[in-house]
């Protein structure tokens, strides 16, 4: 058998390969992907088609759904739906184009921000911050632009890392279990969209209305092909804070604790007899600087120091990391309101109150 290294290679063959690295100069209306990612392949003809998006993960890794195996799996499905597809035809007398690509360097934000201008790189998960930036500047920022590229979690699905359409599992009374979806299913189809990635899955669902709506799905249970309807309600792009937990989009989100640190080991928590298999951290830093440096001093004046351990929030200790705290604490508790923080400082376990600012 062919090594996963060889299998790639052989599958790169017949395609020309355009590697990205700097964002600047890219057209954001033709190479449209979750720009939090890591790493992401647009499978495309030159006239604009899109086969596939080898493009997405889920929240539990940013490689939980790349490999080089299903990437050469995916470069094969590509190429034989290429072979097929026929290219669009031009206009008989095509009009020059007035359209303007949009590009970072086009957003009123890029203007007056210098660093962003003098970088090396332009990263992809900083077009997002760009969009964020001007949104929040103009009062236009909602929740529509907030929660994108949806998880398919929040379908109540889990997706197999090589099969990438494979259905892994379907959770109990959710959207898919209601629509028919079971392990070992392969979806073909969502929306008016083909899925043969994880990344077309997600396309498709960054496509559907945010309102209540029917979303078509195809699948295939061995041979025998299946059909169903997905019932989504209002506003189920909204995740749950665990799954939105990796995403870079978060940092912005107000209210804000104004302060994070390091987990705890399990030694560290037994030694201040706090269970090993709940969260727990150290604070190693204040937000005391720059645009968010309200928050770090509210925390100061509510009595949390470098130092202390944080143990609970509210009665919350299930987090599964600091990324599940601060999307949790941002996308959960309201400006205004007091919050609880339990904490050990010098030894002594406290109850330290914090009240949240906009």
């Not at 079971?182 to 496509?207: K, S, V, W």
Request: charged residues 30%; hydrophobic residues 35%; proline residues 7%.
């Amino acid at each position: 058998m062919a090594r996963p290294d060889e299998n790639l290679r052989r599958a790169l063959k017949g395609w020309r390969t355009v590697r990205v690295t700097d964002m600047r100069g890219v057209d954001l209306d033709v190479y449209r992907f979750n720009y939090d990612l890591t790493m992401a392949v647009l499978l495309m003809h030159p006239d604009g088609t899109t086969y596939a998006s080898y493009a997405g993960r889920d929240f539990s890794d940013a490689s939980s759904h790349q490999s080089t195996t299903s990437l050469a799996r995916v470069l094969d499905q590509a190429m034989a739906i290429h072979r097929k597809h026929t290219p669009r035809k031009a206009a008989p007398t095509p009009k020059p184009t007035t359209r303007k690509p949009t590009t970072v360097e086009t957003l009123p934000w890029w203007r007056n921000h210098k660093r962003a201008q003098s970088a090396k790189c332009f990263h992809c998960h900083q077009i997002h911050d760009a969009w964020q930036y001007e949104g929040r500047t103009r009062g236009t920022w909602t929740e529509r632009d907030q929660f994108t590229w949806p998880d398919p979690d929040q379908l109540g699905l889990r997706l197999d890392r090589e099969g990438q359409v494979v259905v892994t599992s379907v959770a109990p009374a959710s959207p898919s279990a209601k629509a028919g979806l079971r392990r070992g299913d392969r979806i073909t189809m969502l929306g008016a969209r083909r899925t043969i990635a994880f990344g077309d899955l997600q396309r498709a669902l960054e496509d559907a209305p945010w309102q209540a709506n029917r979303l078509p799905v195809v699948w295939r249970r061995g041979d025998k092909p299946m059909h169903g309807m997905l019932r989504l309600a209002d506003g189920w792009k909204r995740p749950e804070p665990k799954v939105y937990a990796w995403r870079p989009m978060k940092w912005p989100m107000t209210p804000r604790p104004g302060f994070g640190g390091r987990p705890l080991t399990a030694d560290e928590k037994r030694e201040r007899g706090l269970p090993v298999d709940r969260w727990a951290f150290r604070v190693t830093y204040l937000v005391n600087w720059g645009p968010a440096q309200r928050s770090g001093k509210r925390a100061e004046k509510a009595g949390i120091r470098k130092g202390t351990i944080v143990h609970a929030v509210d009665g919350k200790n299930d987090f599964t990391g600091m990324d599940h705290f601060h999307a949790w604490f941002r996308m959960t508790r309201r400006a205004g309101e007091p919050v609880r923080v339990e904490v050990i400082q010098n030894g002594t376990r406290r109850t330290l109150t914090l009240t949240l600012l906009p």
